[in-house]
């Protein structure tokens, strides 16, 4: 009887938990998952549910706790909670219990570093940007494997030669949504579910500057004043990578998730980095135009430039785009890791 194998999925955001299933559902029966609120999904893996670690009454969380006496291995390790006390002996005890092959770790350097210390190989998930500090270096050195989940040609100048050599990337696992037909009059603008909500009147006023167009918005928006008929807020939706399939153009921020679709989808993108620890979404966005895959913008610009902005990344060659998601895919990536939990140095047999 094969071991399980377990998979640990962070809760900021939902492209961690959108990137657990793909990877485990050819056999989901192998894999367990890890988490705060990974239950609740129809013919999934099993799942173990984690006491949340998030500091009480804060809505952001980036995974920092800024206290003086922090270990540089560590980058979350507040002292007398709670929750991080339950999260971490439910972590040690399913280990302990289950004895799984392997342990993947999507994204967390404190859960790398106790699934090591609790003699279970790991495959860490290492996401854009530098992450040359101490604790991810860390992690990166006691990891069986790295996976990336993002074309090498995206690397960040920092990593080192070292981290890269370990490195599996991994730039199809967001898999290509093929719409019924293009609507070149739309322009989908998404910017994930880790971020705070778009400025409902520049989009308003962006829309006005556009009239023979129509700005669909996927997720939170402010209120906008007088809002045009050719703006739909639609909240959040079930079918995003549909949405930005079928797009003219869209229009959102660097993170893994709406960088994955959009490249799956080969759309022109209009890219707007957001503050993110670690200057991930900014070395996304930098090597994106670079490539000459992407439009990125600072900031969101003055309305009278929309006409030509949009006419600029429609204008651009798909091939960069389509260059980036040339490699491995979902499938791939849950072979590899079998056959990392299975090969020569894994033991086999019923957990005791």
Not at 104 to 118: G, P, Q
Request: some cysteine; hydrophobic content about 40%.
């Amino acid at each position: 009887m094969s071991r399980p194998i377990g998979y640990y999925v962070h809760h900021h955001g939902s492209g961690h938990l959108e990137r657990a299933l793909r990877i485990a559902a050819p056999d989901p029966s192998r894999f367990v998952l890890l988490g705060t609120g990974v239950g609740g999904r129809p013919g999934s893996s099993e799942t173990l549910s984690l006491a949340d670690d998030r500091p009480s009454g804060e809505v952001r969380f980036d995974g920092v706790d800024y206290s003086r006496d922090r270990p540089q291995s560590l980058h979350y390790a507040p002292l007398d909670h709670a929750g991080v006390r339950a999260r971490t002996a439910q972590i040690a005890g399913w280990i302990e219990a289950h004895r799984p092959a392997i342990m993947v770790v999507d994204v967390s350097v404190e859960v790398a570093m106790l699934a090591r210390l609790a003699a279970t190989p790991t495959v860490v998930i290492r996401l854009a940007g530098d992450r040359t500090d101490p604790a991810h270096l860390d992690a990166f050195r006691g990891a069986q494997a790295i996976l990336a989940p993002f074309h090498a040609d995206l690397e960040d100048l920092s990593t080192p030669d070292w981290v890269r050599a370990k490195t599996r990337y991994a730039p199809r696992i967001s898999e290509p949504v093929s719409p019924a037909e293009v609507d070149p009059t739309a322009v989908v603008v998404v910017f994930g579910s880790g971020g705070g909500e778009a400025d409902g009147r520049a989009l308003a006023a962006a829309a006005r500057s556009t009239p023979h167009l129509t700005w669909r918005v996927l997720g939170p928006m402010s209120p906008a004043d007088s809002p045009p008929i050719n703006l739909a807020a639609l909240g959040w939706v079930s079918n995003v990578e549909v949405e930005i399939a079928r797009a003219g153009v869209v229009i959102g921020s660097c993170g893994s998730g709406v960088v994955g679709a959009v490249l799956a989808a080969d759309r022109p993108f209009i890219a707007m980095p957001q503050s993110r620890p670690y200057d991930e979404q900014a070395s996304t966005a930098r090597a994106l135009a670079a490539l000459g895959a992407a439009i990125v913008l600072e900031g969101w610009p003055e309305a009278d430039r929309w006409p030509n902005l949009l006419d600029a990344a429609r204008s651009q060659t798909g091939a960069p785009r389509r260059r980036l998601t040339e490699g491995d895919d979902a499938t791939d990536i849950h072979q590899w890791i079998l056959t990392l939990a299975d090969g020569p140095n894994s033991k086999t047999g019923a957990p005791g």
